[in-house]
């Protein structure tokens, strides 16, 4: 993802060999390309894996929101499984493109792509989704200005998948949620997230 609402990490070292593989489901064993972009790193394999197990594999019949998609490696996992609908935000225009592209390449007809800043979609929307994922940059502050309003973007049983630098530095974001499962793959926490009751 961009540094202007996207995420952080290495660039590849040869332009334009940027790839992702889907892990699961439909789509399974695909490669899809990516751009070069500030910053651009997608959520790795084993992480993936992890977070699909969390969900029990399927997706079906569920709505879901990639708020900050980048190379597309979380969305696209999710419409693999079966999701019923999946919303793609996206800032920058070069990834954008590369995600309709691979879109087209998959004929994922259930995804939808959104060309926006993340936080002011969010802001103005009053869709709900099931599952929300949130992988902003590191380095940003992006993930404690979201949380507040994902809540509000839930359905009664929805969950958020975040990843961060650690849940401590969230602060005051984290009131109001419970995180149900976590895990740690280097210096990335990732985890499950539910509106406590």
């Not at 995420?7 to 040869?14: E, I, W």
């Not at 894996?49 to 079906?60: C, D, H, V």
């Not at 969950?159 to 849940?167: M, N």
Request: charged residues 20%; positive net charge; hydrophobic residues 45%.
């Amino acid at each position: 993802m961009t540094s202007a609402g996207h995420k952080s990490g290495q660039k590849s070292a040869h332009k334009g060999s940027n790839q992702i593989r889907i892990i699961g489901g439909e789509y399974r064993r695909r490669v899809l390309p990516f751009p070069d972009g500030d910053g651009l790193r997608p959520t790795p394999d084993r992480v993936r894996e992890t977070l699909f197990n969390w969900l029990g594999q399927e997706l079906t019949g569920h709505s879901v929101l990639d708020l900050f998609a980048g190379s597309g490696a979380l969305g696209f996992e999710a419409a693999s499984r079966n999701a019923a609908r999946v919303v793609m935000v996206e800032k920058s225009k070069p990834v954008h493109a590369a995600l309709a592209a691979n879109k087209a390449l998959l004929k994922a007809e259930r995804i939808e792509l959104v060309w926006a800043d993340a936080l002011s979609w969010l802001a103005r929307s009053t869709e709900q989704f099931d599952l929300i994922l949130l992988d902003p940059p590191y380095a940003s502050d992006l993930l404690a200005q979201a949380l507040p309003l994902a809540a509000a973007h839930l359905t009664p049983d929805g969950i958020v998948y975040a990843e961060c630098a650690g849940w401590s530095q969230l602060g005051a974001a984290l009131t109001g949620w419970e995180v149900v499962r976590e895990g740690k793959a280097g210096q990335v926490h990732h985890g499950l997230l539910r509106r406590a009751v």
